[in-house]
């Protein structure tokens, strides 16, 4: 009798001599490259250093394709926005000490918005290892230690043959729900030492699944069932598990209103007629959600920015789906189900009865009719012919990567993203220089249509340097500056607070030439002209700028008026 336990691949008599005979010539570098080939990577992004030229070196004998970044932050932007795009794990390649230390606020955007990036750090030789002032270049006492309250896993190595294991650990932690970053460290000996190991071919790396506690769900689709006034909060989470069908799905079934976060833009159809869209930042809506007697939070951990900045107090009872733990019932009381959103949507689509509501679309349109009301009321015109200029000249199927800046934030609310995984920003840790290395990721996932980046003029310096990133790889992403002179945000609230702002204000260069100095083309549109403009850019192949001076604001807040 042959159990299933005793199966054993047995190798062919191809793969058996070249086991025995592995090519000459190879490194500990090309098991960390043959390995990720191995998980299925494509594409790769990075910075070379000293102690990691051994995984560099190995690049050119594989068949990875090497994007490389100026900026050890921006290429983890990069990686990021293309794990978003993709779903995979992007691998992010970086040497030791500053090099690595460089990318931990890309890494915290990941960690912050799920995002599954795979970075493998070089280390000081093994010898220099274990806390002691050896003075190698680069050396920290504990390099691993800086990342372990960033990324969802450490991984660390310290001979050849644990190189393809620890990268198989890494990839599958990056992709089992939540996504997230995740961190190998290699020493730079075990990379340069000439191997006799044979050639890794396929790696098996399986992401685990998250699926909900049965008698959970049951429990949720009786109470969404018996409601009288279900309504539903959409998050990241819904997007990351490509569950916008299901959530859809459930929300006609059951007549609830859906309003979706900023992390979850596109998860719901924004002119659906049960679509609350996402204006959370707007006490109208809080209300309308306090007000469900049952509201069902999917991907979402209902944190600051979900949550009207912590004044949304729910009456009704919440059940909350959410893949990751620490989230779960962390701000509010809640039938809590640890589970993928589309495992648990699905889930729910099986149990719960159909519910009948003629009322919901009549008080989504009320909803609506107040919001808008309250921003026409503030004489904000030219911000939303801005954003609706911007909309009108992004092709429908282009994804738009945006930076902390104040059209960003009229986006989170406002603009309408068309589908899931089309708009992204960093508002999961809030860092700037997010948009336009993301947008030449997702640009390095999928070359065949135009990517949006957005930023301010103080984000924009960040990331100025991947203009020669952009050119070099010909990547067709168009960058709309929006040139206000300085920190726009930090203006508003510093002159709100203390009556006039202190360390806002910047000296900046001339954008279009210096973009045309990188040999990429710019120029300066107006509000009047932007539609035009940004739509001829986004058509011409490769990169491109245009920059708008204008001096935007932001709507009122609502959170403060109690």
Not at 429 to 451: E, I, K
Not at 497 to 525: K, M, W
């Amino acid at each position: 009798m042959t159990h299933d336990h005793d199966l054993v691949l047995r190798p062919t008599e191809a793969q058996t001599a070249a086991a025995l005979n592995p090519p000459a010539g190879r490194n500990g570098g090309d098991l960390v490259v043959e390995t990720l080939a191995g998980l299925g990577a494509t594409t790769v992004f990075g910075l070379p250093g000293q102690h990691a030229l051994g995984m560099f070196d190995a690049l050119r004998r594989s068949s990875l394709r090497y994007v490389g970044l100026r900026v050890e932050n921006n290429a983890g932007f990069a990686a990021d926005a293309y794990g978003r795009i993709t779903g995979e794990a992007a691998p992010l390649l970086l040497s030791t000490g500053p090099g690595a230390l460089t990318s931990l606020a890309a890494l915290h955007e990941a960690a912050s918005a799920s995002a599954p990036v795979l970075a493998i750090s070089s280390q000081i030789p093994t010898a220099g290892l274990g806390g002691g002032r050896h003075g190698y270049l680069h050396e920290l006492p504990d390099q691993a230690a800086s990342f372990r309250g960033v990324v969802k896993s450490v991984h660390t190595v310290r001979t050849q043959s644990q190189i393809p294991s620890a990268i198989a650990a890494a990839w599958q932690s990056a992709l089992t729900a939540p996504h997230g970053p995740v961190w190998v460290e290699i020493p730079q000996d075990v990379l340069l030492a000439e191997t006799s190991l044979p050639v890794v071919t396929a790696v098996d790396a399986t992401p685990g699944e998250l699926p909900p506690r049965p008698e959970l769900t049951a429990v949720a689709a009786d109470l969404l069932s018996r409601a009288a006034r279900p309504a539903v909060i959409a998050g990241g989470g819904v997007v990351r598990a490509d569950a916008s069908g299901k959530l859809r799905q459930l929300a006609e079934t059951l007549n609830a209103p859906v309003v979706t976060t900023y992390g979850g833009k596109g998860a719901f159809p924004w002119h659906h007629p049960l679509s609350l869209q996402s204006w959370l930042e707007d006490r109208h809506t809080t209300a309308f959600l306090e007000d469900a007697d049952v509201l069902l939070v999917v991907g979402s951990g209902l944190g600051e920015l979900s949550s009207n900045y912590h004044t949304f107090k729910p009456r009704g009872r919440v059940i909350q789906i959410e893949a990751d733990l620490g989230k779960l019932e962390s701000n509010h009381p809640a039938l809590g189900i640890h589970a993928d959103a589309r495992l648990a949507l699905q889930a729910l689509l099986e149990t719960v009865s159909e519910r009948e509501d003629p009322t919901a679309p009549e008080r989504v349109r009320t909803l609506l009719a107040q919001v808008s009301d309250r921003i026409a009321a503030q004489e904000l015109t030219l911000e939303q012919e801005v954003l609706a200029s911007v909309r009108r000249a992004l092709p429908a199927g282009s994804p738009s990567f945006w930076d902390m800046t104040i059209l960003a934030y009229w986006a989170w609310s406002a603009f309408d993203a068309h589908a899931p995984n089309l708009m992204h920003s960093a508002q999961g840790a809030g860092g700037l220089g997010y948009g336009f290395p993301a947008a030449l990721g997702a640009a390095a996932a999928d070359p065949s249509r135009p990517v949006l980046a957005v930023s301010g003029d103080g984000g924009a310096l960040y990331s100025i340097a991947e203009l020669a990133t952009a050119r070099q790889h010909d990547l067709p992403v168009t960058w709309l500056i929006v040139d206000d002179g300085g920190y726009g945000i930090l203006r508003e609230y510093m002159t709100d607070a203390f009556g006039e702002p202190t360390a806002t204000e910047l000296t900046r260069p001339d954008y279009v030439a210096l973009a045309e100095s990188f040999g990429v083309p710019g120029i300066r549109t107006s509000p009047e002209t932007l539609e035009t403009d940004l739509a001829k850019a986004l058509s011409a192949p490769g990169p491109s700028v245009v920059v708008l001076p204008a001096l935007l604001r932001m709507f009122a807040p609502t959170h403060l008026a109690d």
